[in-house]
């Protein structure tokens, strides 16, 4: 009995103790002050705080709380003040406000307000890049004013001090602007190449085409063969060798169209239009997780918006094709641009190949069979293409973007010989690439941006081969051949891309896409169908990373993307991070790590002739698996008083390629893997106006299919090359300008049956220009003389020769030729 008496006398007084502890606190619209006191009194509260400041805030409550400090947390949490606990005594005290100061802008020309995409700013020595309409955005709780340094390739580098919450609008001034008179003092300008902080990334000007010895047909593929780590040897036609990667795994993007060729027969006619070409920004490998779909390289083109200030009309003529383009504002927020070119005669003349009968094997006919045989030949070719874009922005900084192009290359030639046999050969080849993009970009108030993106492209491809062999005489057989493809490649792609600035110190990036591709394959022989490959493929995927300013000067950025195809049911992880160290203001380093995959690629077709073609197909991780590739890359740069040296180092491997080939009558397809590796020399230097330039290349690529005669045996790829010499040096003696490139590679190997060399000829080839500019008022204009291959060189191309049989048992093989010794003459205007 006394020990139940006890227990019910110990639990009593913890409920005595518990209900002590209950704090009720009623007040009606009364200060937070005198709140307080009661507390003190009637709980037994200690406090410190200033009276005065505590009287300034109001509180109407009625609730109960369990404990003391709960009670305190509840009155303060609505107001800008903390609280400690010291020796039971509250300490209350005014929060330290933390302010944020943000500004807003976007880099302009100042010429036509054209957007200047990625562009390379510092705020507060914080270095930084815009994205590609130009925008930045810097948050600071430090301080108030912001001091920017903004550089453009190809213009004057701006400095200015700024200030928080406003949004600023910053206008660069082009170097070449071509006015009658202009005077620039103590100011720098930036020039036709940049190495940003990121590896493997490079930054081209393309205004500095146009005093190079690049027609104004072909500015930006030969821009892009001038650099480092591209391929300029052996001249491809319809693709870029990056780094050693293969056909059809480096992308070329113009204004998020996907660019499914560059191939034209006439190689002085490139796919891009120089006249719309505003920004070229090339990825050679390593690049972050915002880029996917290619295990090689990627080049990222921007096309001009349109001049918003004045209508601009530009007409170019050379002997070559006539070409314009036109740009009108629409009030003083949009613009429409209209370009075109077109070959206004036919590039090609008929003309006679001289064939050493020597080869023909009919001993019984060598008296009358001369040494040679005439071949008749009669070449047809047309080029055209357009582009369209309308642009519009909006006061708060919004964009949108609608862009459109089409272009069309057909080109055929006939074969003939009457001489004893009747031979005639017809080839046919015409590619047409159509294309669209609209993007919208939004500027939130906070400095953040998003942007919602689509687009569609397409290319076909037709291709027709007929011969016809006929003997004279009667016992003879007839030999017909009529062989036919259509090759067709589309794409569809969606985008949503946000960036988010956290702090001066941290950027997010995060999107989701969406990507359908199909691709058509018909083959014909005689009128029967011998192929018909009809592949689809949807992804839906996503990405994030995180760009980190670990300390002044260091920068690491990580991320990965992430990719689902629907039909292989199975997620596609990509992690990759990217580190860069600024030392000094002049010496930088920089290295990268990446996964890549590619879900559509070109598979390579092996002939019996040892002839090499390729086309799209799509992963079907059965007998098509996916492109995987690991790249590694690590860099350094050197930039003072205009001079500019750069090394950079990279390995690749990469896995999935498909081959096909014929064993026996049979069609067999094998798999295959690669490895690319090695390093970029790079050396500038600038001399006032004046520049030059040398690069260097030092490669690796070797490949291993599993139809290699020895099991892991690696033998040199067809891209393989192992030396490669560029130099270039532009003179402005204006109103005359004298520039001039060289180039040496080499060579590729050719092979003779399985992994037998027989020839590995070099490339060379030395270009010049002279150009004369000169301005009438408001009409600029100029005069250029472009020489090509100065020395006629005889290279070869890549894909050099085509087998042409003359009888059933004889052929001969028709070498194309890289671009011969010729004079290129144009002049433009521009109103």
Not at 99 to 111: A, N, T, V
Not at 130 to 144: A, I, P, Y
Not at 486 to 513: P, V
Not at 608 to 626: F, H, L, N, S
Request: with cysteine; net charge negative; aromatic share 12%.
């Amino acid at each position: 009995m006394r020990k139940c008496i006890a227990l019910i006398f110990f639990f009593g007084l913890l409920i005595t103790n518990a209900l002590a502890q209950k704090i009720e606190i009623k007040a009606n619209n009364k200060a937070l002050s005198d709140i307080l006191i009661e507390l003190r009194d009637r709980y037994n509260y200690q406090f410190s705080y200033n009276s005065e400041l505590l009287s300034s805030y109001q509180i109407s409550l009625d609730k109960s709380f369990p404990n003391k400090e709960k009670a305190i947390a509840h009155l303060l949490k609505k107001f800008p003040l903390n609280y400690e606990i010291s020796n039971n005594v509250y300490l209350i005290f005014p929060e330290e406000k933390i302010y944020q100061y943000r500004i807003l802008g976007q880099i302009l020309d100042k010429e036509n307000l054209e957007p200047l995409p990625f562009s390379h700013i510092t705020i507060n020595d914080h270095p930084m890049a815009t994205d590609e309409l130009g925008n930045f955005s810097f948050t600071s709780t430090t301080d108030s004013t912001f001091r920017i340094l903004a550089s453009h390739l190809g213009y004057f580098i701006h400095d200015t001090i700024v200030s928080y919450d406003q949004t600023h609008q910053l206008l660069l001034t082009a170097a070449s602007t071509d006015l009658e008179e202009i005077t620039v003092t103590d100011k720098i300008v930036q020039t036709f190449i940049k190495e940003s902080n990121q590896a493997g990334n490079l930054k081209l000007n393309h205004k500095i085409a146009g005093f190079l010895p690049t027609n104004n047909d072909n500015s930006v593929f030969e821009l892009l063969r001038l650099q480092p780590g591209i391929l300029a040897a052996g001249e491809q036609k319809d693709y870029l060798i990056i780094w050693g990667s293969y056909e059809g795994e480096s992308q070329v993007l113009f204004d998020d169209i996907t660019l499914w060729g560059l191939k034209n027969f006439y190689e002085d006619i490139g796919a891009v239009n120089p006249l719309v070409v505003k920004n070229i920004e090339v990825l050679k490998g390593g690049f972050d997780a915002k880029y996917g779909d290619r295990v090689g390289g990627i080049v990222h083109i921007t096309g001009k918006d349109g001049s918003k200030v004045k209508p601009t009309l530009n007409l170019a003529l050379n002997n070559i094709t006539a070409s314009g383009s036109y740009e009108q504002p629409i009030g003083k927020k949009s613009s429409l641009l209209f370009a075109f070119r077109h070959t206004y005669y036919n590039l090609f003349k008929d003309e006679q190949i001289k064939y050493a009968t020597s080869n023909v094997n009919t001993d019984e006919l060598n008296e009358i069979i001369p040494d040679f045989i005439d071949l008749d030949v009669a070449p047809d070719y047309r080029f055209r293409d357009a582009n369209l874009k309308f642009s519009t922005k909006w006061d708060n900084g919004d964009q949108l973007n609608i862009s459109l192009l089409a272009g069309e290359d057909r080109y055929s030639y006939d074969i003939t010989n009457d001489f004893l046999t009747t031979s005639r050969r017809h080839v046919f080849e015409g590619s047409y690439q159509n294309g669209g993009s609209l993007k919208y970009n939004k500027v939130w108030k906070n400095g953040n941006s998003s942007s919602i993106s689509v687009s569609r492209s397409e290319m076909d491809k037709n291709t027709t081969e007929q011969t016809l062999i006929e003997r004279i005489r009667i016992d003879e057989i007839n030999v017909r051949r009529d062989d036919r493809s259509y090759n067709n490649i589309r794409e569809y792609n969606a985008k949503f891309q946000n960036r988010f600035t956290l702090s001066e110190d941290q950027i997010i990036e995060a999107g989701l896409h969406y990507t359908n591709n199909a691709v058509d394959l018909q083959e014909d022989s005689l009128g029967i169908n011998i192929l018909h490959m009809d592949s689809k493929l949807d992804k839906v995927g996503g990405y994030f990373q995180n760009i980190l300013n670990v300390s002044n000067g260091v920068s690491i950025k990580a991320g990965f993307q992430v990719n689902y195809p629907i039909n292989l049911q199975k997620l596609y992880w990509e992690p990759r991070i990217s580190m860069s160290v600024k030392v000094t203001d002049e010496l930088s380093f920089n290295g990268a790590w990446g996964l890549y995959k590619q879900f559509i690629s070109k598979s390579s077709v092996l002939s019996r002739t040892g002839k090499y073609r390729y086309i799209w197909v799509g992963a079907d991780e059965d007998t098509v698996p996916v492109l995987e590739s690991m790249h590694n890359v690590l860099g350094g740069s050197y930039h003072k008083n205009g001079f500019t040296f750069s090394l950079e180092a990279y390995h690749k491997r990469t896995d999935g390629h498909t081959r096909y080939y014929r064993w026996r009558n049979e069609g067999n397809i094998s798999l295959g893997k690669s490895k690319s590796y090695g390093l970029d020399f790079f050396a500038k230097k600038d001399f006032g106006e004046h520049t030059f330039w040398i690069s260097y290349t030092l490669s690796k690529t070797t490949e291993n299919f599993d139809y290699f005669r020895e099991e892991g045996e690696y033998i040199r790829a067809l891209q393989d090359q192992r030396h490669e010499i560029k130099t270039a040096g532009l003179l402005a003696l204006k109103p005359f300008y004298l520039s001039a490139n060289y180039i040496y590679g080499s060579g590729f190997p050719e092979y003779l049956g399985y992994n037998n060399i027989v020839a590995e000829p070099n490339y060379q080839r030395l270009d010049a220009a002279l150009i004369y500019k000169f301005s009438h008022k408001k009409i600029k204009s100029e005069l250029g003389v472009l020489f090509h291959n100065v020395l006629d060189r005889k290279n070869t191309t890549y894909e050099s020769f085509e087998r042409i049989p003359l009888s059933q048992i004889n052929s001969i093989s028709v070498y194309t030729e890289s671009v011969p010794s010729s004079i290129r003459l144009y002049f433009k205007i521009t109103i």
